[in-house]
């Protein structure tokens, strides 16, 4: 029989104990232990979501977003920061409040709700005040020359000439050369014209790009005016050619026809007219513009008129 009484390492009862006791402090080190249970970790992400908000100056948008907003995962992104802008959040509402704009603006942030959402909330705010505006100037800057800018007056010119040679009034000659010598009138503007609506586009593609205000591309509209005050004399100065004619005809043309009836933008047909005025006709409902009775040669004679 052997006598030795020396155990196997593991059946030695402290080594046993201290043994388990690292197993123990490691599977606590592993599942995060140490008293540190108690603190909650950020949903992970589930699903991505963009939310547009379309609006415009002077305005509040509410909107729902799917869980409470986490407030640690509001972020916005750069170069969308627009201080006419605000934010509220408040459990799971996003509240956004746009103030006076001299411009469109634009926002963007991003958040996590506790429902596993991150959005991207995009934010575009209209500059509504200068809508008119740019609409006019964008009309303005599609004119290609006094010509068309003067169109209404070189038709209803050419009409009266046409109907005057039909008569036996006038020449064919006499004709040719009467609105030859009023297209050459109109085309002394040219460069000026041509000059301030290049400036007027610069102003407008600024005004796009948020590099400038409302107000300057206000101003740059307003310097325009004088071109086309200088269009409108030199339409007005052909219109006197067949002046005589058109009071046969029981439709005058008032003497400072420029000063009382100017060529200016008419915003519901969006084109430049001295005719589209309560002066010698109306709107319908649908936008539709119509001489009146006193001038229902008109109806005739321009092509925008309704029949």
């Known amino acids: ?117 991150e959005y991207t909330i995009v934010i575009n705010a209209l500059n509504a005040s200068a809508e008119a505006l740019v609409q006019q100037a964008e009309t303005l800057t599609e004119i290609t020359s006094p010509q068309t800018l003067a169109s209404d007056d070189l038709r209803l010119l050419n009409t009266v000439l046409e109907i005057e040679y039909l008569a036996g009034r006038i020449s064919e000659s006499e004709k040719t050369s009467t609105s030859t010598a009023a297209i050459n009138a109109l085309n002394n503007f040219a460069n000026t014209l041509e000059n301030e609506i290049a400036l007027l586009t610069l102003a407008l593609s600024n005004y796009k790009a948020g590099d400038t205000p409302e107000s300057d591309l206000d101003q740059r509209l307003s310097a325009a005016a004088a071109a086309l005050s200088d269009v409108g004399g030199a339409g007005e100065a052909a219109l006197d050619n067949v002046s005589n004619t ?62």
Request: aromatic share 8%; hydrophobic share 35%; charged share 15%.
């Open 1 to 117: 029989m052997d006598s030795r009484t020396d155990l196997p390492v593991l059946t030695k009862p402290g080594f046993f104990k201290l043994t388990m006791g690292l197993i123990v402090l490691g599977t606590m080190t592993a599942c995060g232990g140490g008293g540190s249970g108690s603190e909650s970790s950020p949903a992970p992400v589930e699903n991505q979501q963009s939310l547009i908000i379309e609006t415009q100056e002077n305005t509040v948008e509410t909107r729902q977003l799917n869980g409470v907003v986490e407030p640690e995962s509001v972020n916005p992104v750069p170069g969308f920061d627009s201080p006419q802008i605000t934010t509220d959040i408040s459990d799971d509402t996003v509240s956004i409040t746009v103030g006076d704009l001299s411009n469109n603006s634009s926002e963007r942030f991003t958040l996590v709700t506790e429902a596993g959402t």
């Open 246 to 307: 058109l009071n046969e005809m029981g439709m005058p043309l008032p003497a400072d026809l420029e000063a009382t009836n100017p060529l200016a933008y008419v915003q519901q047909a969006d084109r430049y007219s001295r005719f589209m005025n309560a002066d010698y006709g109306t709107f319908d409902a649908e936008g539709n513009f119509s001489f009146s009775s006193s001038y229902d040669f008109f109806n005739a004679v321009f092509h925008y008129a309704s029949q």
